[in-house]
């Protein structure tokens, strides 16, 4: 009796997270919602018909969501408080334009593209985008709505 209110226990528990966010199929188009409950608030996006749902990547404070195309271009939301800033470092990204919370460049040797911004502990960054895709990419994340919690 103890083993099976410990499983039933585990799944209630567990299924909130196996199935984070939800979504909703619209005309080909995706209404994803995202709570993080690390700074407690909620972003809403829509995602077009092209992009699949990757891995949810978990740590201590929050979590990172993938999104891929079909060329294997990136859309990555991170819920974290304390996630370092900027998410995309290094030699190889070059910015070409800063404004705000909002960045944007180049992959190093590369004609991919990429670019992140910050929404009030949500940070939405894509990568490896070529340049028939980044009007697509930036109207992902122009269109993206953060909610935050009234206490």
Not at 5 to 15: D, E, G, I, P
Not at 100 to 128: A, M, N, P, Q, S
């Amino acid at each position: 009796m103890k083993k099976a209110l410990l499983l039933f226990s585990m799944v209630l528990v567990l299924t909130p997270v196996l199935s984070y966010g939800q979504n909703r199929q619209v005309e080909g188009v995706e209404a994803v919602k995202l709570p993080c409950f690390a700074a407690n608030n909620t972003i809403e996006f829509h995602l077009s018909s092209g992009l699949k749902k990757g891995k949810t990547y978990w740590f201590g404070e929050g979590f990172a969501q993938a999104y891929t195309s079909e060329t294997g271009a990136q859309l990555v939301v991170i819920c974290s408080s304390k996630y370092r800033t900027p998410a995309l470092q290094g030699k190889h990204y070059v910015v070409t334009s800063q404004d705000g919370k909002k960045r944007e460049g180049k992959i190093r040797k590369t004609d991919y593209l990429w670019r992140e911004e910050d929404f009030f502990g949500f940070i939405v960054y894509y990568t490896k985008v070529n340049e028939y895709e980044k009007e697509l990419f930036d109207s992902l994340i122009d269109q993206i709505v953060a909610l935050i919690k009234k206490e």
